[in-house]
C-alpha cells in the first residue's frame, strides 16, 4: 500500500513504470519523473485506464486519489466508463468558453424553485460575474477563487 512517504521516494527509470496501491489503484512514474494515479478496470470485455490525476504540489493527494478511485468504481458500477465520463466532462468544460458562457449552461439546466434560481442568479450577476465573467475556464484557478473571496 502507497504512502506520501513512499511517493515523494519514487524516482524515474529508464522507463514507465507502476506502482501499485490498492483496490485497483496505482501510480506510473514516468520518465520525466511525473507520478500520476491511474486506475486500471475491464468494461465490455476492454481495459480501459482512467488517469486521475497528477502527485505533486500543483496535483492531488493520496487521499484525494483514493475518492476518486470510490466516485469511478461507482460509476463502473452502474455501467459506466470512468475514463468515458472524465472525457465527456472535460469536452463539455472546454466548450464553455468562458465563465459566463458555462455558467449560463449551469443556470439553464440546473433544477430550482424560481426564487431560489432569481436569488442565485442575482448574485451571479451583481459579484461574479463582473470578476470572473471573461475568464477562460482553464483561467480560473485555486488562487483566482481565494483573491475573489477575499476582495
Request: with cysteine; charged share 25%; net charge positive.
Given at each position: 500500500m502507497?504512502?506520501?512517504?513512499?511517493?515523494?521516494n519514487?524516482?524515474?527509470?529508464?522507463k514507465?513504470?507502476?506502482v501499485?496501491?490498492?483496490?485497483?489503484?496505482?501510480?506510473?512514474?514516468?520518465i520525466s519523473?511525473?507520478i500520476?494515479?491511474?486506475?486500471?478496470?475491464?468494461i465490455?470485455?476492454r481495459r480501459?485506464?482512467?488517469v486521475?490525476?497528477?502527485?505533486?504540489?500543483?496535483?492531488?493527494?493520496?487521499?484525494?486519489a483514493r475518492?476518486?478511485l470510490?466516485?469511478?468504481?461507482?460509476?463502473?458500477?452502474?455501467g459506466?466508463?470512468?475514463?468515458?465520463?472524465?472525457?465527456?466532462g472535460i469536452k463539455?468544460?472546454r466548450?464553455?468558453?468562458t465563465?459566463?458562457?458555462?455558467t449560463?449552461?449551469?443556470m439553464?439546466?440546473?433544477?430550482?424553485?424560481d426564487s431560489?434560481?432569481a436569488?442565485?442568479?442575482?448574485?451571479?450577476?451583481?459579484?461574479i460575474?463582473?470578476?470572473?465573467?471573461?475568464?477562460m475556464m482553464s483561467?480560473?484557478t485555486t488562487?483566482?477563487c481565494?483573491i475573489f473571496?477575499?476582495?
Amino acid at each position: 500500500m502507497l504512502t506520501d512517504t513512499k511517493l515523494k521516494n519514487l524516482k524515474p527509470q529508464s522507463k514507465m513504470y507502476k506502482v501499485s496501491d490498492r483496490d485497483g489503484l496505482y501510480v506510473a512514474v514516468l520518465i520525466s519523473g511525473t507520478i500520476s494515479f491511474r486506475y486500471g478496470y475491464r468494461i465490455n470485455g476492454r481495459r480501459e485506464t482512467l488517469v486521475i490525476g497528477q502527485y505533486g504540489r500543483d496535483g492531488i493527494t493520496l487521499a484525494e486519489a483514493r475518492d476518486e478511485l470510490i466516485a469511478a468504481k461507482k460509476l463502473l458500477n452502474a455501467g459506466q466508463s470512468p475514463a468515458a465520463a472524465k472525457r465527456d466532462g472535460i469536452k463539455r468544460i472546454r466548450g464553455a468558453e468562458t465563465f459566463t458562457v458555462h455558467t449560463d449552461a449551469y443556470m439553464k439546466h440546473v433544477a430550482l424553485a424560481d426564487s431560489t434560481r432569481a436569488m442565485k442568479q442575482s448574485v451571479i450577476d451583481r459579484d461574479i460575474l463582473p470578476v470572473l465573467g471573461n475568464k477562460m475556464m482553464s483561467e480560473i484557478t485555486t488562487l483566482w477563487c481565494v483573491i475573489f473571496a477575499i476582495a
